[in-house]
Each structure stands twice: as structure tokens, then as C-alpha cells.
């Protein structure tokens, strides 16, 4: 089956400083890409909609300026969480479709924990 | 905004017994998808249904939709320990955005 990846699974960082987490689609093209944040014990909540080649479309209440994605080929797309506070510490998990399945599901990576100090 | 609403919050049973789980959404759908994600991990895809279709088998999974309720349930029958997690649903609006309900935490208990 499809396998979407993550990187890192879990870092740690100290307030202020950037963290880039990586997903990798490794055995399909994926034109679209989603990130989800989720808080403990809570659902995922979409943050950002990711397109290969064209700017990502950031849900309401996310800012753009602190979360940066860049989807730079149809296998990776890359959130980064610019000047990291304690309150960015979550559980980053990303998704990404099947450009041949429109409208099938997605599949899942293994999420990036992230904890800041 | 959230979209899908599940029924129970928890659930606690034993082994052997069927666990039942529903979900409840508010606008119109293509497909319905149901999620497990074990502690602290990646989300694992079970089941989707279509909008045209009312129920859906896959191996201990029964998947039932009622659009003119906007509602599914999910049963998992002869529970195991190793089916203990959290169970989300998914709806897909458009051919995009796939929105996430609060999700059922399941306890079977060996």
C-alpha cells in the first residue's frame, strides 16, 4: 500500500529557534499534501493545504508567516515552524493523495512530535 | 470548523464483545472514511463509504451510512486488546479537505 513518511518523528528545540519536519510520499506522486496539528487527547485539525508548484492554502486562524510549506516536488512537501514557542509543541501529522486517486482517501504519516523548551 | 461528531467520547468493553460507534455530520458528503491512531501515533485508514452507498463490510469492520440523517456508524465485532485506540471518522468535502470528528477512544480489556 502507500506509504507516506515523516521526518523526524520527534525533536525538541529551544523557544525561538525553527524546526523543519519533512513528508515524503514513497511510492506514489502526491500533487497535494495536507498538514494537521493535533493537541492531546484532541482530533486533528487541518493547518495548511500543500500543492506541488503553487503556494499552500493556510486554514483560518493559521498563520502563514510562522508556519512555512514548501511542496517542492510531487514526493516531499515540508513544514517548517519558524521562531518556535512552547504553545507550537504538538503533533504534526501529514497526509498526502494519490494524484491518479481524486478523491480516494489519503494516507497518513506516522506524525512529528514536537516539543518546545 | 469540525465536522464530523462521534458518539461515545469513550468506550470501554471486553474481549469478545462488538463495539459500535457513531458519527454524526453536518453538510453535505462525497465519501465518509473511518480512522484508527493508536497512542501517539499516525493515523491508520479503515473504511470508506461512498455517499451512494448504505453499508460496507471489511473483515470485522461494518460501516453503515445514512445521508438522510448525516450519520454513520462503525461496529467492530468480536473485540480484541490489540483494538484498543482512537477512532475518528472523516468526511471529504469537495475532492480536498477531509475534516475530522472528535474521535471515540476504545478500551478492550483483555
Known amino acids: 500500500g502507500a506509504v507516506v513518511s515523516q521526518h523526524p518523528s520527534w525533536v525538541i528545540c529551544k523557544s525561538g529557534t525553527s524546526v523543519k519536519i519533512e513528508c515524503r510520499s514513497l511510492?506514489?506522486?502526491?500533487?497535494?499534501m495536507f498538514w494537521y496539528r493535533q493537541f492531546p487527547k484532541q482530533s486533528l485539525m487541518l493547518m495548511a493545504t500543500?500543492?506541488?508548484?503553487?503556494?499552500?492554502?493556510?486554514e483560518q486562524g493559521v498563520e502563514k508567516d510562522k508556519f512555512l510549506i514548501n511542496h517542492a516536488s510531487l514526493t516531499l512537501s515540508t513544514l517548517t515552524v519558524t521562531s518556535a514557542h512552547p504553545e507550537d509543541s504538538s503533533f504534526y501529522i501529514c497526509?498526502?493523495?494519490?494524484?491518479?486517486?481524486?478523491?480516494?482517501?489519503?494516507?497518513f504519516g506516522p506524525g512529528t512530535r514536537l516539543l518546545v523548551l | 470548523s469540525q465536522q464530523g461528531e462521534e458518539d461515545p467520547q469513550a468506550l470501554s468493553i471486553q474481549e469478545g464483545e462488538n463495539a459500535t460507534m457513531n458519527c454524526s455530520y453536518k453538510?453535505?458528503?462525497?465519501?465518509l472514511q473511518w480512522y484508527r491512531q493508536n497512542s501517539g501515533r499516525g493515523l491508520v485508514h479503515l473504511i470508506l463509504?461512498?455517499?451512494?452507498?448504505r453499508e460496507k463490510h471489511s473483515g470485522r469492520l461494518r460501516v453503515t451510512l445514512d445521508t438522510s440523517k448525516k450519520s454513520s456508524s462503525l461496529l467492530i465485532t468480536a473485540s480484541r486488546a490489540a483494538d484498543t485506540a482512537s477512532y475518528f471518522c472523516?468526511?471529504?468535502?469537495?475532492?480536498?479537505?477531509?475534516?475530522f470528528g472528535k474521535g471515540t477512544m476504545l478500551l478492550v480489556s483483555p
Open positions: 497526509s498526502a493523495r494519490d494524484a491518479d486517486r481524486i478523491g480516494e482517501t489519503q494516507y
Open positions: 511510492d506514489f506522486q502526491a500533487t497535494t
Open positions: 500543500s500543492n506541488e508548484g503553487s503556494k499552500a492554502t493556510y
Open positions: 453538510t453535505s458528503i462525497n465519501n
Open positions: 463509504i461512498r455517499s451512494n452507498e
Open positions: 472523516a468526511t471529504l468535502l469537495g475532492y480536498s479537505t477531509l475534516t
